[in-house]
């Protein structure tokens, strides 16, 4: 993606969006009782689901496509999956799906981008155990005509496709099928698709998500009304972030009021060690989001141990923890 046009888009959008979310206008859904913000640690001791144990083995890694649509807003969605074969290498298309019910993550991109663009980081999710289910939003992926204020209609279209993903558990034929545990799912998403996974959590709550991950994101627009049961909370962020500053990150991570915790990135900026395998921080991101979804999603208290120890390693990101 063009890292210094999105970022001017962006900037355009958090300006109208923020006007939007502090009007006081009472437009903005927000169903359920919110719950009070904190900053401090939490109360609740653990993940939604039940304890489990995260698969110890990484998987191969198979990919394929569909497409849905939610009225006239088509949504072609790429899905990474743990696959029969050995672990390692490029995924590849008509693999067979590993043995197994795998938690499921929907992942949205930012400003300017395609899932395709984010293939390192997922593909390191679903060698790990994870359904990741990315969609290609209409008017905010790269190639199309961008309407920077239709971030606002992607929390809807999000659980739109976690919808038709988790139908693929039950639909006879489909390679998938068993293959969901669809009691275990997770929110992710970077830049304008971190506003995109703050809003499933707030305004558009969707009470199907145990967890979240929100990588170089922000609250305006879709507000930290954060509401429903708790979901723990991974926030990731650079310092010299550009694009999305690390204050307004850090603000809505300060209001999240379930068990959280936020990678801070010291020399990190708006997407490179999401991106690039040759940054120091890719490793750090990859690794502490795996354990992060480990814990939260497979319930796996082992996980909750080796994360801190993954957000220190090399010395490139600091850790707050309040999981």
Request: charged share 20%.
């Amino acid at each position: 993606m063009c890292v210094r046009r999105t970022g001017v888009l962006l900037a355009v959008l958090l300006t109208v969006v923020g006007l939007v979310g502090c009007s006081g206008s009472g437009d903005q859904r927000r169903p359920g009782p919110a719950a009070a913000p904190s900053t401090g640690p939490t109360a609740t001791p653990g993940p939604l689901v039940p304890p489990g144990v995260a698969p110890a083995r990484a998987f191969a890694v198979g990919v394929r496509d569909i497409t849905v649509e939610r009225s006239d807003r088509k949504l072609p969605v790429t899905i990474w999956y743990p696959a029969t074969g050995t672990a390692g290498g490029t995924p590849t298309r008509g693999r067979s799906a590993a043995d197994g019910r795998f938690p499921v993550v929907i992942f949205s991109h930012g400003l300017s981008a395609r899932p395709a663009d984010y293939q390192l980081l997922l593909t390191r999710w679903a060698a790990a155990g994870f359904v990741v289910a990315a969609p290609t939003y209409p008017h905010t992926s790269r190639g199309v005509q961008l309407n920077v204020l239709d971030v606002l209609n992607q929390p809807a279209d999000a659980s739109y496709v976690l919808t038709r993903v988790l139908a693929l558990d039950g639909r006879a034929g489909d390679p998938l099928r068993g293959r969901l545990a669809t009691d275990r799912v997770a929110a992710a998403g970077h830049s304008a698709g971190g506003v995109t996974t703050i809003g499933l959590f707030t305004a558009s709550r969707d009470p199907r998500l145990d967890a979240g991950v929100v990588l170089a994101g922000s609250a305006l627009g879709v507000g930290t009304a954060f509401a429903g049961a708790a979901a723990p909370q991974l926030y990731v962020h650079g310092e010299r972030d550009d694009v999305v500053s690390y204050a307004e990150g850090k603000a809505a991570y300060d209001m999240v009021p379930w068990p959280k915790a936020m990678l801070s990135l010291p020399e990190g900026d708006h997407g490179r060690s999401l991106l690039r395998k040759g940054d120091p921080a890719f490793p750090v991101v990859g690794d502490t989001t795996v354990e992060f979804l480990r814990w939260s999603l497979y319930g796996d208290p082992a996980a909750k141990r080796r994360l801190a120890r993954e957000a220190t390693a090399g010395n490139v990101a600091v850790l707050d923890d309040h999981l």
